[in-house]
């Protein structure tokens, strides 16, 4: 109705007019509806006695007959046509009552008063005028799951991803510390080269001295214009190299995705290094992280990423430990809890409270896990079974 008031649609305009103003409008309904009942019995009882001559049975079946039909034609039947097509009928039946409200305001008004006295002495507040439909994210959750047909699959799914971004946070979806691709500054110039062509990254943090402190983002390309500025015969060196690499953007562990991505675009960034409360390097977060939550993968993934998951013959798949929880339930429809650990290799340990041996069986929610392989102190490989 609001869109369509919205769009001009008449009918629409005057059936809001009509509902913000409801003590109003339902008193106008009342009070026709009062009179016609009130009415029609007076009439019944003044017609049964003319015809059939007084008596308690002719008084009875005359109140009977009218109470049936009443019911039948003048509430029920109504109602239930009004339920099923409630926007053609309310658009119609407002150009009645518009002006029906118009003629009776002063009569209304009038009976309102002693409403509203008799409400205000049970101690009931009512304000009809502020906004009584306003719709939560979770109904608004339900509309869109519940749309059908009216919104194809893949638009829902983005809706839907889009209102989770509040409640999901970056630490749900960085790449953890221990697996985030870095360059070492404090490596030969020869080295760090080698590295850079090696990589399948746009953009390397770069890390320097004994505790590793990251000291910036250095972008692949400008490095490769770089290059083209010294075929000269000059040599690119490391203080040239330390030129094109920008300041890190440090962002807190615990930020939700919807305020990160706005982060993005105010400060024009893509990609940011999350810390905890100490300052620690937790992990790293990109743009495209969190577009992947709302569209989903893109196919310019990194080739070391595409091994995450491996279906085996019989069925089971085949994970690696540092796999997120959300990403394992959405790709291969598990219900894994992610009330805790972040990821698998997390869950696991804190299922144990110990790193467990290989070839170690288990079950956590309605899954049966196997630990294929462990090193040093994580779990790198889990078999999941269906």
Known sequence: MKHLAKQGHRGARLASILLAKTDKLLGVILLGNTLCISASSTLVAVISVNLFGEGEYVLMIGTLAVTFAILVFSEISPKVIAAAYPEKLGFACSYVLYPLLWLLNPVVSFVNLFVKGFVRALGIKVNFEETMHAVTTEELRNIVSEAGHYIPKKNRTILLNLLDLEKITVDDVMTAHTLVETIDFDSPLEDILQHISNSHHTRLPVRQGENEEIIGILHIRKIITQLHSYTGGNTLDKEALRDVIAEPYFIPAGTPLYTQIQQFQEKQQRIALVVDEYGEFKGLVTLEDI????????????????????????????????????DLNKKLNLNLPIDGPRTLNGLVIEHFEDIPESGTSFRISTHTLEIVQTQDRIVKSVKIFP
Not at 298 to 326: C, H, I, M, N
């Open 291 to 326: 577009l992947e939550e709302v569209i989903g993968d893109f196919t310019t993934q990194s080739p070391t990423r595409l091994g995450s998951y491996r279906k085996e013959a019989d069925g089971s798949w085949l994970v690696d430990g540092s796999s997120t929880l959300r």
